[in-house]
Every structure is written in C-alpha cells, then in structure tokens.
C-alpha cells in the first residue's frame, strides 16, 4: 500500500519558518492535508487539499506539493505552534487514508 | 460550529467486545461520510474505518477488517464502531472524524484499553 515518510523532528526558533516535509511516490499526483496535534489534544486540521487553509487556520500556515514531495509552512514560528504535524493523503487504489508518521515541531 | 462526541471506550479483555458512539451535531450528518482514527499510546494516527452518508460503502484498515464492523444512524446523528476479537494491539485512543478522504473535524476521543 502506499506509504508517506516524515522526519521524526524538527527545531526553529521562534520567528524563523518551519518546513516540515512529507514524501511518497509520486505525491504531488495526490491531495495532501495536514493535521496539527499538541500534547493531550484532539488533532486538527491546518491545511487541506495541498494548501488551502480551514476557517480559522492563520496566514501563517501554507503549504506545496510536486514530485515527491509536500511540505507544510509555518512562516513565523510561535510557541504556540509546537505540536505533531501529520501528513495525510487518500489513497484511491485502495481506498484507504493514509497518515505519515508525525513530525514532532519544537520551537526553541 | 462542527461537534463530534466519542463514547464507549473502556478497558476490556483480549477476545472482548466493545461497540463505540459517536454523536455529530452542527453539519448535516446524513451527508457526511465519517472515519474513524486511532492512536496507540506515544504513536501517530492510523486510519481504522470510513463510512459515506447513506451507509451503503464501507472502508477498513488491512488491520482491522473481518473483525471491527463502522455503521451509522442518520436519523440519530450517530456514528458506530464495533469491536470484535479485541487484541492487545488495538489499544488506543479511538477519534471520529467528519470526512473520507481527509478528516476535516475530529473528536475528542474515547480510550479503549485491552488487557488481561
């Protein structure tokens, strides 16, 4: 089945940009979303559909998908903005949802 | 605003039986296809299950299929997971989500915990 990499981690200072990265054959054929999770909470959505951002999802988050690879942009980082980021893609093959392993953001 | 209430996770033996709830209000339900989500304690998400609005198609996790069945009652708004031949592996943090193809809202989950 088809299979998403994250890296496990990444560190940014805060108002730096974060680019946090999600690979997969050929995935810029496929609409890549991208849940937020922090510590004890319920995960949520940021961005949809490569890179359109829910109702109150701020500027800040953006995101690209071609070739190989997506990547979610968190333009000025804050603290708040520590959390999980979990790529997610749909796969039509064989119809299953398919999450990458989480990458662990933490704002120095 | 979009709401998802999980119920019914509670801590059960391997072979056991658990069905979970999942009340959806503020959306047209009806029209909604639902997911279900889990997370194992300090692990990432893994899909479980998907239903579409009228009930008539079903999708399920390699993991999981021949023994958890999703279903739902539109005219409750409610969404089901039932849970056969419990193992230890399925312990986890049990989410619904409103959504197929991505889960655009998710609960606050319900725990379910297998052991002897």
């Known amino acids: 089945s088809y299979v998403v990499t994250q890296s496990p981690s990444l560190s940014v200072a805060p108002g730096q940009t974060a680019r946090i990265t999600c690979g997969g054959d050929?995935?810029?054929?496929?609409?890549v979303n991208w849940h937020q999770q922090k510590p004890g909470q319920a995960p949520l959505l940021v961005v949809y559909?490569?890179?359109e951002r829910p109702s109150g999802i701020p500027e800040r988050f953006s995101g690209t998908n071609s070739g190989n690879t997506a990547t979610l942009v968190i333009s000025r980082v804050e603290a708040g903005d520590e959390a999980a980021y979990y790529c997610?893609?749909?796969?039509?093959?064989?119809?299953?949802?398919?999450f990458g392993g989480g990458t662990k953001l933490t704002v120095l | 605003e979009v709401e998802l209430l999980e119920s019914g996770g509670r801590s059960v033996q391997p072979g056991g039986f658990l069905r979970l709830s999942c009340v959806g209000s503020?959306?047209?339900?009806?029209?909604?296809?639902m997911t279900w989500v889990r997370q194992a304690p300090g692990k990432g998400l893994e899909w479980v299950s998907g239903?579409?609005?009228?009930?008539?198609?079903?999708y399920y996790a390699d993991s999981v299929k021949g023994r958890f069945t999703i279903s739902r009652d539109n005219s409750n708004n409610t969404l089901y997971l039932e849970m056969n031949n419990l193992q230890v592996a399925d312990t986890a943090v049990y989410f619904c989500?409103?959504?197929?193809?991505?889960?655009?809202?998710w609960g606050q989950g319900t725990l379910v915990t297998v052991s002897s």
């Open positions: 989500a409103k959504g197929r193809t991505v889960a655009g809202n």
């Open positions: 503020g959306f047209t339900f009806r029209t909604s296809a």
């Open positions: 239903i579409i609005g009228s009930g008539s198609s079903k």
């Open positions: 050929n995935i810029g054929g496929k609409s």
């Open positions: 559909e490569d890179y």
């Open positions: 997610q893609v749909w796969d039509s093959p064989t119809d299953h949802m398919i």
